[in-house]
């Protein structure tokens, strides 16, 4: 058990439509990144957020937006869903945002969230 | 543009022999890599690091040696037990600071014959 939660675990709907999937990070930790992970691809880096604050944005859609709240939890809204949104979306979080004076942060990984638009 | 490859997507060993992962990338700006272990249902769990200053870590059965001329790395798992099956990734980051996001390859199945 990483520490780091996600829920729904699944999530099925239909295209055209909106969800949001959430994370909570370890206890301690102020940096969230979430992933999402296609079929027979590996895992892809959407966008940071570091204590409530965008970091950095990776190959992120749009149609997707994140945001970080107060209690460190965070939100991905996916919305106008396609059939190709269907993925693994994975969350992580680390101490810190970057490797600074620390050294490489290890990011550790929530369950996922296994999202089906069909 | 696939930046961290993983070539072979499956990997079949005796338990009780090696395994060996192999993971290449192209981008010279990556100077730390790590494994990932991912068993079905449940997120990747970090497995073993490296830094670019290193060519070898080892960590108990789990060994990570990085090449950076040849711009490759493997991951070495002495002896191989049935509990290693699962499907590792490689995963690099660069010296950008301020951005911590990983590179993932497509990943191994690993599967330990008993």
């Known amino acids: 058990d990483s520490g780091v939660t996600q829920t729904p675990k699944h999530l099925i709907t239909a295209t055209g439509q909106r969800v949001t999937l959430r994370c909570s990070p370890r206890?301690?930790?102020?940096?969230v990144y979430w992933y999402q992970q296609s079929l027979d691809q590996g895992l892809q880096f959407l966008i940071q957020y570091y204590n409530g604050e965008e970091r950095a944005k990776g190959n992120i859609l749009e149609r997707f937006s994140a945001q970080q709240f107060p209690d460190l939890h965070s939100e991905l809204n996916l919305s106008s869903l396609e059939l190709g949104d269907s993925a693994l979306y994975f969350c992580?979080?680390?101490?810190?945002?970057?490797?600074?004076?620390?050294?490489?942060?290890?990011?550790?990984f929530g369950p996922g969230t296994r999202l089906l638009v069909l | 543009d696939q930046q961290v490859k993983q070539n072979s997507p499956s990997l079949s060993v005796q338990e009780g022999r090696i395994s060996i992962l192999n993971c290449d990338y192209t981008?010279?700006?990556?100077?730390?890599f790590l494994w990932y272990k991912k068993y079905p249902a449940e997120g990747p769990t970090f497995l073993i690091s490296?830094?670019?200053?290193?060519d070898k870590n080892e960590d108990g059965r789990f060994t990570v040696f990085l090449n950076k001329s040849a711009k490759h790395l493997s991951l070495h798992i002495v002896p191989s037990q049935p509990g290693d099956s699962a499907v590792y990734f490689c995963?690099?980051?660069?010296?950008?600071?301020?951005?911590?996001?990983?590179?993932f390859g497509t990943g191994t199945r690993l599967t330990i014959i008993p």
């Open positions: 992580a979080s680390s101490v810190e945002p970057d490797r600074g004076r620390a050294g490489q942060e290890t990011q550790y």
């Open positions: 981008n010279s700006m990556f100077d730390y």
């Open positions: 490296i830094s670019s200053i290193k």
């Open positions: 995963a690099a980051s660069g010296a950008n600071f301020g951005n911590e996001k990983l590179t």
């Open positions: 206890s301690g930790d102020l940096s």
